[in-house]
């Protein structure tokens, strides 16, 4: 049987009146009661012993039930009532062989056996109105009994022999004031033990708890009616015994059948109880599991969008450094997924060929399980391409306080290192620009009159060759210092210009036709132009310029030989992009200068463009061939970047913005093609 959740009581006398046996028990109890009204008319005494032995039988039933199941029983409710049946029992067998007419023990008068009766209607009223209070705690058998007895043998005492109980019946009298007092005592704690026992109704199985409740309800009648009668043998005092009856009776259908037919629904109640409260509860769980899946999934969904979001990525290591994680944005820095770097350490990434700037405190924090911040080094990427990232990273432990490695972030800062290195250089160039550019024009007055005067001296030398030599030094040096001061201004661009925008395929060519002379066999060279390019904005004089210094460059780093490559080919730059070189939005042309030549360390490639500088022997070249090149995309609005590699090469980037179709010294990014300050 199921079901902890009686609620009212029309139901379960419907479910009465479904139940054949009960209705067959009903039955059964009506022809018993007809019998012994029939009896009471013919030998009241009879009646009374047989009402008596019935409710003896039932209550010695009931304790034998509660004492064989006490160590099974689930119900302390139950057990508890069942023990302390005895009590009752004994005091009611005394009320009936102590009846007026019986002449079995004691005096046989009617006060007695009212006494007795008190007695027996006392205890039962306290045992159903302990019993409910007593739902959730269970009491020792022998602890039970032991009170029992106790209560029992002194109310005997109080009555057979210190004959201390008041009085309850006086003969030509009637009920005392004690006996009548009693009675209401008891109807209203059977009222008060109703009350509690209702509380208490879902820890009951729904029909226990209607027969339980109804029998121990009937209480409250039949002591109301034992306080009406002036007779021990009249007609009030049998209607409370016949209500006694049927009392008795629906305890007896409620403990005796239930147990005889239904022992597991009686004797595990609770366990049943238990096991469909944990199903409910169950059920709730699974709700709620449920409810926090689709919270959990939400949350996951929401910080995978961010993870995808981010420009960071994400990894994780254990107690050895080794990546246990990486989200997929590693591809885009390293050229090779997070599957592929698994196992990987920090010190893998590292590019051993430039400087390590921060690795070093990097490994350290690592060693002392310390966390950092933004620590960057040279990111080993493919192709050797320069690229930088800064790291996070704070180490994890379990609740044991156990080291499990490490959680992090990775930034790739190549764009920004970019972008601030090509601030630092235009910020060194124009310094340098104006510098250079008012000491040349200082130095071209001097060397003015040098030339001038050199030359006019010559002719008027006559024939003394020594002289003419000296003379011919004086103005070659001159020349050749006032050609190094045309570069040096060429670099500065104090001078305005306007000529027509270059084609980058006729420049290209004819580069490669200047430089064809001194370039070795050794050196390949090899060019990839895309159909169609767009004129850019400086000239194709200063195209073959730049072209020119580039591939001498790219010579000279290639003296075993190697291959030179120069590539052409259109490009978009967005706004983000275009911002982080400091450039303008718009179409340019992109044109790469790459060699195989022996390359250059990080040193010397953040110097390249420096005026003066040169890593070539003394006499071998003057340091402005890079300078010019500089200047020239510079204050064509375009930009220029190196990347390069000991031992693998460098290659050129320059980024020329398009003309325009409207004319000589305007480009399609609004900035003059010449003039000062372009770019600086």
Same mark, same amino acid.
């Given at each position: 049987?199921?079901?902890?959740?009686?609620?009212?009581?029309?139901?379960?006398?419907?479910?009465?009146?479904?139940?054949?046996?009960?209705?067959?028990?009903?039955?059964?109890?009506?022809?018993?009661?007809?019998?012994?009204?029939?009896?009471?008319?013919?030998?009241?005494?009879?009646?009374?012993?047989?009402?008596?032995?019935?409710?003896?039988?039932?209550?010695?039933?009931?304790?034998?039930?509660?004492?064989?199941?006490?160590?099974?029983?689930?119900?302390?409710?139950?057990?508890?009532? =069942? *023990?302390?049946?005895? !009590? %009752? $029992? &004994? #005091?009611?067998?005394?009320?009936? @062989?102590?009846?007026?007419?019986?002449?079995?023990?004691?005096?046989?008068?009617?006060?007695?056996?009212?006494?007795?009766?008190?007695?027996?209607?006392?205890?039962?009223?306290?045992?159903?109105?302990?019993?409910?209070?007593?739902?959730?705690?269970?009491?020792?058998?022998?602890?039970?009994?032991?009170?029992?007895?106790?209560?029992?043998?002194?109310?005997?005492?109080?009555?057979?022999?210190?004959?201390?109980?008041?009085?309850?019946?006086?003969?030509?009298?009637?009920?005392?004031?004690?006996?009548?007092?009693?009675?209401?005592?008891?109807?209203?704690?059977?009222?008060?033990?109703?009350?509690?026992?209702?509380?208490?109704?879902?820890?009951?199985?729904?029909?226990?708890? =209607? *027969?339980?409740?109804? !029998? %121990? $309800? &009937? #209480?409250?009648?039949?002591?109301? @009616?034992?306080?009406?009668?002036?007779?021990?043998?009249?007609?009030?005092?049998?209607?409370?015994?016949?209500?006694?009856?049927?009392?008795?009776?629906?305890?007896?259908?409620?403990?005796?059948?239930?147990?005889?037919?239904?022992?597991?629904?009686?004797?595990?109640?609770?366990?049943?109880?238990?096991?469909?409260?944990?199903?409910?509860?169950?059920?709730?769980?699974?709700?709620?599991?449920?409810?926090?899946?689709?919270?959990?999934?939400?949350?996951?969904?929401?910080?995978?969008?961010?993870?995808?979001?981010?420009?960071?990525?994400?990894?994780?290591?254990?107690?050895?450094?080794?990546?246990?994680?990486?989200?997929?944005?590693?591809?885009?820095?390293?050229?090779?997924? =997070?599957?592929?770097?698994? !196992?990987?350490?920090?010190?893998?990434?590292?590019?051993?060929?430039?400087?390590?700037?921060?690795?070093?405190?990097?490994?350290?924090?690592?060693?002392?399980?310390?966390?950092?911040?933004?620590?960057?080094?040279?990111?080993?990427?493919?192709?050797?391409?320069?690229?930088?990232?800064?790291?996070?990273?704070?180490?994890?432990?379990?609740?044991?306080?156990?080291?499990?490695?490490?959680?992090?972030?990775?930034?790739?800062?190549?764009?920004?290192?970019?972008?601030?290195?090509?601030?630092?250089?235009?910020?060194?160039?124009?310094?340098?620009?104006?510098?250079?550019?008012?000491?040349?024009?200082?130095?071209?007055?001097?060397?003015?009159?040098?030339?001038?005067?050199?030359?006019?001296?010559?002719?008027?030398?006559?024939?003394?060759?020594?002289?003419?030599?000296?003379?011919?030094?004086?103005?070659?040096?001159?020349?050749?210092?006032?050609?190094?001061?045309?570069?040096?201004?060429?670099?500065?661009?104090?001078?305005?210009?306007?000529?027509?925008?270059?084609?980058?395929?006729?420049?290209?060519?004819?580069?490669?036709?200047?430089?064809?002379?001194?370039?070795?066999?050794?050196?390949?060279?090899?060019?990839?132009?895309?159909?169609?390019?767009?004129?850019?904005?400086?000239?194709?004089?200063?195209?073959?310029?730049?072209?020119?210094?580039?591939?001498?460059?790219?010579?000279?780093?290639?003296?075993?030989?190697?291959?030179?490559?120069?590539?052409?080919?259109?490009?978009?730059?967005?706004?983000?992009?275009?911002?982080?070189?400091?450039?303008?939005?718009?179409?340019?042309?992109?044109?790469?200068?790459?060699?195989?030549?022996?390359?250059?360390?990080?040193?010397?490639?953040?110097?390249?463009?420096?005026?003066?500088?040169?890593?070539?022997?003394?006499?071998?070249?003057?340091?402005?061939?890079?300078?010019?090149?500089?200047?020239?995309?510079?204050?064509?609005?375009?930009?220029?970047?190196?990347?390069?590699?000991?031992?693998?090469?460098?290659?050129?980037?320059?980024?020329?913005?398009?003309?325009?179709?409207?004319?000589?010294?305007?480009?399609?990014?609004?900035?003059?093609?010449?003039?000062?300050?372009?770019?600086?």
């Amino acid at each position: 049987m199921s079901g902890t959740q009686p609620s009212a009581i029309r139901p379960t006398l419907t479910r009465w009146l479904r139940d054949r046996s009960f209705l067959s028990g009903l039955a059964a109890l009506l022809i018993l009661m007809a019998v012994l009204g029939t009896v009471m008319r013919h030998n009241y005494l009879l009646f009374h012993l047989c009402v008596e032995l019935f409710a003896v039988a039932i209550s010695m039933t009931i304790f034998t039930i509660a004492w064989n199941t006490r160590d099974t029983n689930q119900s302390p409710f139950l057990a508890f009532v =069942g *023990l302390s049946m005895p !009590g %009752i $029992a &004994l #005091l009611d067998l005394l009320h009936a @062989i102590a009846f007026p007419g019986m002449n079995v023990i004691g005096e046989a008068s009617p006060n007695q056996s009212t006494q007795l009766w008190i007695a027996a209607r006392g205890l039962q009223a306290a045992v159903f109105l302990a019993a409910p209070l007593l739902t959730e705690k269970r009491l020792r058998a022998g602890d039970v009994l032991l009170i029992q007895a106790a209560v029992v043998a002194c109310t005997l005492l109080s009555i057979f022999t210190f004959r201390i109980m008041p009085d309850s019946f006086v003969p030509g009298v009637g009920l005392t004031a004690f006996k009548v007092g009693a009675e209401y005592t008891f109807s209203a704690a059977a009222v008060v033990a109703c009350l509690l026992l209702w509380r208490k109704r879902r820890q009951f199985e729904p029909r226990v708890f =209607g *027969l339980t409740f109804a !029998g %121990i $309800a &009937l #209480l409250a009648p039949q002591e109301l @009616i034992f306080t009406l009668y002036t007779d021990p043998h009249g007609p009030m005092n049998a209607l409370g015994h016949f209500i006694k009856i049927l009392s008795f009776y629906l305890l007896y259908r409620a403990i005796i059948v239930t147990a005889l037919q239904n022992p597991y629904d009686l004797a595990f109640y609770r366990m049943r109880r238990s096991e469909e409260a944990l199903r409910d509860h169950l059920s709730g769980l699974e709700s709620l599991i449920a409810t926090r899946t689709a919270e959990l999934r939400e949350s996951e969904a929401r910080w995978r969008a961010l993870l995808e979001c981010s420009n960071d990525w994400f990894w994780e290591t254990d107690e050895r450094g080794r990546f246990t994680a990486l989200s997929p944005r590693v591809q885009e820095s390293t050229g090779r997924g =997070g599957a592929e770097l698994l !196992g990987f350490t920090h010190a893998d990434l590292l590019d051993r060929n430039r400087p390590e700037e921060d690795f070093p405190a990097l490994t350290e924090a690592l060693h002392r399980r310390e966390p950092f911040r933004r620590l960057s080094f040279p990111l080993a990427s493919p192709g050797g391409s320069a690229r930088w990232v800064m790291v996070s990273g704070t180490p994890r432990y379990d609740g044991n306080g156990t080291f499990l490695g490490y959680r992090g972030t990775t930034s790739d800062i190549s764009a920004r290192r970019q972008s601030a290195e090509a601030a630092r250089q235009k910020q060194t160039m124009a310094a340098l620009g104006s510098l250079v550019g008012g000491l040349a024009h200082e130095i071209n007055n001097l060397l003015q009159p040098v030339i001038s005067l050199s030359d006019l001296a010559r002719g008027r030398a006559g024939e003394d060759r020594k002289l003419h030599a000296y003379l011919n030094a004086i103005h070659d040096s001159g020349v050749k210092a006032r050609t190094i001061m045309r570069d040096v201004l060429q670099f500065a661009r104090v001078e305005v210009a306007e000529s027509p925008p270059g084609n980058l395929e006729e420049a290209v060519h004819s580069a490669l036709e200047l430089a064809a002379s001194s370039m070795p066999v050794s050196i390949e060279m090899h060019t990839r132009l895309e159909p169609g390019l767009n004129a850019v904005t400086i000239t194709a004089t200063e195209l073959t310029q730049v072209l020119l210094n580039l591939i001498q460059n790219a010579r000279d780093a290639m003296p075993q030989g190697g291959t030179l490559t120069i590539d052409a080919r259109s490009l978009s730059l967005k706004e983000r992009d275009a911002s982080l070189r400091q450039l303008s939005e718009g179409d340019y042309v992109r044109l790469t200068v790459a060699d195989t030549g022996t390359g250059m360390d990080e040193a010397t490639r953040q110097r390249v463009f420096d005026p003066f500088f040169t890593t070539k022997p003394v006499g071998k070249g003057t340091g402005l061939g890079l300078s010019v090149v500089y200047g020239i995309v510079r204050n064509g609005g375009g930009d220029i970047l190196v990347e390069s590699t000991l031992g693998r090469g460098t290659s050129f980037i320059i980024d020329l913005p398009t003309a325009p179709t409207g004319g000589p010294g305007q480009t399609t990014h609004g900035m003059l093609v010449h003039g000062e300050g372009v770019g600086r």
